[in-house]
């Protein structure tokens, strides 16, 4: 086979891959939305789930996926800001930083069961927080950590050398550079993984059946006060989400449009990460353009 | 490329005004001695030109002076600046680059806009003032004649400037802080000749109020701009004299070969 030839194979071979992958999305992301959509309604997002009776909707699994999503990143964005500054700019190359890179990669590769069960047994339990949101972001921050940590060390060290040294010939500290010039360079990407995780954190179910709960008790939406029992923003309550939601509707619902429900809270999921995904290059790119192109 | 003796060395003294002295630097990379015994002083207000071949240790020799080589090199020998030996651990390493300041090879630009890259360093030392701002951006594009080309786009990114002058905006940034010393490292290397050209006239024109080391690789331009050279070879510094001197009438062999292009 001559070079010509050999070239037009492996070039066919590559195209038939790339299509295989964007076709099994394209399916699953079409059967996903043609099942689920035409479930969708605005009643369908605005009220209450029923445990009997058809007719139930989404309202609150929807809130507690998203506030739950809020808390986790509260918690898990300072120290992953913290650690992917250190790793990017301050560990040596030795022994020390190989085990703290060694330590988030099997981290990152927990199955989230597993981060969900030792939540469990942690928080819940020994901690006696009950099955409650802060549990559960416990749980999310567990999980969402590694990979958190990692896009933000990355970023950073995406920044080149010479604007370090620019920073440094200029007389400035070495945190001063970092938090001046090094960080806002590397905002862009830190926003990227920032909302890639956010849609991985949303969409997360098994590590939340054990953390958050599978119950979604009644919650008053005009009641601010978080330390009321029934308020919305109460991070002890226990709290199912969309995700745990789909789960359980599948393998415990006993109402009659179980299915119907489920096929329309996973589009809504899909549509939301979806969101997520393409809010993360939207927003990039705008960030990059603000801080590099002429206003 | 024939053996020279590095025994052999032709380094004068300066009559004038001192900048900046080194006695006796040893710089290591590990064990890889990369610079030896070097040993010159610098005169205020003029411009020094360091010349070499490519591994010759002219860049690692000039980022010692302002400390750059910490983080990686081992440096060893007294910095005299100010009477101060400033290669000393109690040295705040912040405060000498305020005094001795660089601009590198490729133009680094913040990603900021023009003003913000001037101000940026000024408003971190504690200048607050509007007005002394104002003016010391002003007053340091001017130096680096880069003002009439962006006065009226002070606010517009940095990085969309050609390199030429994102290099010029560099070198403003640094006169801008009011440095004593401008270290360059080979500053026009990545540049066309026309922004080579416009860097040299800045650099004669920042002479009268700084003292400059510039490395180069382009014997032209340092017959052009520099007032001393000297000549590095593999780690050691053979020669050091007037720059008229040094092209025209070299005492050691090392320079006049390399020079006359025999070698680098």
């Given at each position: 086979?001559?070079?010509?030839?050999?070239?037009?194979?492996?070039?066919?071979?590559?195209?038939?891959?790339?299509?295989?992958?964007?076709?099994?999305?394209?399916?699953?992301?079409?059967?996903?939305?043609?099942?689920?959509?035409?479930?969708?309604?605005?009643?369908?997002?605005?009220?209450?789930?029923?445990?009997?009776?058809?007719?139930?909707?989404?309202?609150?699994?929807?809130?507690?996926?998203?506030?739950?999503?809020?808390?986790?990143?509260?918690?898990?964005?300072?120290?992953?800001?913290?650690?992917?500054?250190?790793?990017?700019?301050?560990?040596?190359?030795?022994?020390?930083t190989n085990i703290i890179r060694t330590a988030i990669e099997v981290l990152s590769s927990l199955?989230?069961?597993?981060?969900?069960?030792?939540?469990?047994?942690?928080?819940?339990?020994?901690?006696?927080?009950?099955?409650?949101?802060?549990?559960?972001?416990?749980?999310?921050?567990?999980?969402?950590?590694?990979?958190?940590?990692?896009?933000?060390?990355?970023?950073?060290?995406?920044?080149?050398?010479?604007?370090?040294?620019?920073?440094?010939?200029?007389?400035?500290?070495?945190?001063?550079?970092?938090?001046?010039?090094?960080?806002?360079?590397?905002?862009?990407?830190?926003?990227?993984?920032i909302i890639l995780s956010a849609g991985r954190v949303f969409g997360e179910a098994a590590a939340?059946?054990?953390?958050?709960?599978?119950?979604?008790?009644?919650?008053?939406?005009?009641?601010?006060?978080?330390?009321?029992?029934?308020?919305?923003?109460?991070?002890?309550?226990?709290?199912?989400?969309?995700?745990?939601?789909?789960?359980?509707?599948?393998?415990?619902?006993?109402?009659?449009?179980?299915?119907?429900?489920?096929?329309?809270?996973?589009?809504?999921?899909?549509?939301?990460?979806?969101?997520?995904?393409?809010?993360?290059?939207?927003?990039?790119?705008?960030?990059?353009?603000?801080?590099?192109?002429?206003? | 490329?024939?053996?020279?003796?590095?025994?052999?060395?032709?380094?004068?003294?300066?009559?004038?005004?001192?900048?900046?002295?080194?006695?006796?630097?040893?710089?290591?990379?590990?064990?890889?001695?990369?610079?030896?015994?070097?040993?010159?002083?610098?005169?205020?207000?003029?411009?020094?030109?360091?010349?070499?071949?490519?591994?010759?240790?002219?860049?690692?020799?000039?980022?010692?002076?302002?400390?750059?080589?910490?983080?990686?090199?081992?440096?060893?020998?007294?910095?005299?600046?100010?009477?101060?030996?400033?290669?000393?651990?109690?040295?705040?390493?912040?405060?000498?680059?305020?005094?001795?300041?660089?601009?590198?090879?490729?133009?680094?630009?913040?990603?900021?806009s023009i003003r913000e890259n001037i101000t940026f360093a000024l408003k971190r030392n504690g200048?607050?003032?509007?007005?002394?701002?104002?003016?010391?951006?002003?007053?340091?594009?001017?130096?680096?004649?880069?003002?009439?080309?962006?006065?009226?786009?002070?606010?517009?990114?940095?990085?969309?400037?050609?390199?030429?002058?994102?290099?010029?905006?560099?070198?403003?940034?640094?006169?801008?802080?009011?440095?004593?010393?401008?270290?360059?490292?080979?500053?026009?290397?990545?540049?066309?000749?026309?922004?080579?050209?416009?860097?040299?006239?800045?650099?004669?024109?920042?002479?009268?109020?700084?003292?400059?080391?510039?490395?180069?690789?382009?014997?032209?331009?340092?017959?052009?701009?520099?007032?001393?050279?000297?000549?590095?070879?593999?780690?050691?510094?053979?020669?050091?004299?007037?720059?008229?001197?040094?092209?025209?009438?070299?005492?050691?062999?090392?320079?006049?070969?390399?020079?006359?292009?025999?070698?680098?």
């Amino acid at each position: 086979m001559n070079s010509k030839a050999a070239n037009n194979v492996a070039t066919g071979v590559i195209y038939a891959l790339v299509v295989a992958v964007v076709g099994i999305l394209v399916f699953l992301l079409g059967y996903i939305l043609i099942t689920g959509v035409p479930h969708v309604s605005f009643h369908f997002l605005t009220s209450a789930a029923e445990s009997f009776k058809s007719g139930g909707g989404i309202r609150d699994q929807l809130f507690n996926s998203l506030y739950l999503l809020v808390l986790t990143l509260l918690i898990s964005f300072p120290i992953a800001l913290g650690s992917g500054i250190y790793l990017s700019e301050y560990a040596p190359n030795n022994w020390f930083t190989n085990i703290i890179r060694t330590a988030i990669e099997v981290l990152s590769s927990l199955p989230s069961v597993v981060v969900g069960l030792f939540g469990y047994l942690l928080f819940v339990i020994k901690f006696n927080l009950g099955f409650s949101i802060l549990a559960g972001a416990i749980a999310l921050t567990f999980f969402n950590l590694p990979l958190l940590t990692r896009s933000i060390e990355e970023s950073l060290e995406d920044v080149p050398d010479l604007q370090r040294e620019a920073g440094l010939s200029l007389g400035l500290s070495r945190w001063k550079t970092i938090t001046g010039i090094v960080f806002p360079a590397a905002l862009p990407g830190i926003l990227t993984g920032i909302i890639l995780s956010a849609g991985r954190v949303f969409g997360e179910a098994a590590a939340l059946i054990y953390t958050a709960g599978q119950s979604a008790p009644m919650v008053s939406y005009s009641n601010w006060n978080p330390f009321s029992p029934a308020s919305f923003l109460n991070p002890m309550r226990p709290a199912e989400t969309l995700a745990v939601h789909i789960w359980k509707v599948n393998t415990e619902g006993v109402t009659p449009d179980a299915l119907q429900i489920s096929s329309g809270a996973s589009a809504v999921l899909i549509v939301v990460i979806l969101l997520f995904n393409l809010g993360a290059r939207f927003l990039g790119n705008w960030v990059y353009k603000r801080m590099t192109a002429a206003k | 490329m024939q053996d020279y003796s590095f025994d052999e060395k032709h380094i004068v003294h300066i009559p004038t005004e001192k900048a900046l002295t080194t006695e006796d630097l040893q710089v290591y990379y590990g064990k890889n001695h990369a610079m030896t015994d070097a040993s010159l002083e610098f005169p205020r207000y003029r411009i020094t030109a360091l010349i070499g071949a490519s591994g010759s240790g002219k860049s690692t020799y000039l980022r010692s002076l302002n400390r750059m080589n910490d983080a990686i090199a081992t440096v060893e020998g007294k910095i005299i600046y100010r009477d101060t030996d400033i290669n000393s651990k109690k040295i705040n390493v912040y405060e000498v680059r305020k005094h001795i300041s660089m601009v590198f090879q490729r133009p680094n630009p913040f990603a900021k806009s023009i003003r913000e890259n001037i101000t940026f360093a000024l408003k971190r030392n504690g200048i607050k003032d509007k007005a002394e701002l104002e003016y010391r951006v002003e007053n340091s594009l001017k130096s680096a004649a880069l003002w009439d080309e962006v006065k009226d786009d002070l606010d517009k990114s940095a990085l969309a400037l050609s390199g030429g002058q994102q290099q010029r905006l560099c070198i403003a940034r640094c006169v801008a802080m009011k440095p004593d010393i401008l270290l360059l490292d080979e500053p026009a290397s990545a540049l066309d000749p026309i922004s080579t050209a416009k860097i040299e006239e800045t650099l004669k024109q920042l002479r009268k109020s700084y003292s400059i080391i510039i490395v180069t690789h382009n014997m032209q331009q340092a017959s052009r701009i520099a007032d001393y050279t000297a000549f590095f070879h593999m780690g050691h510094v053979l020669e050091y004299d007037k720059t008229e001197n040094i092209f025209t009438n070299p005492e050691i062999k090392a320079t006049e070969d390399y020079i006359s292009g025999n070698f680098g």
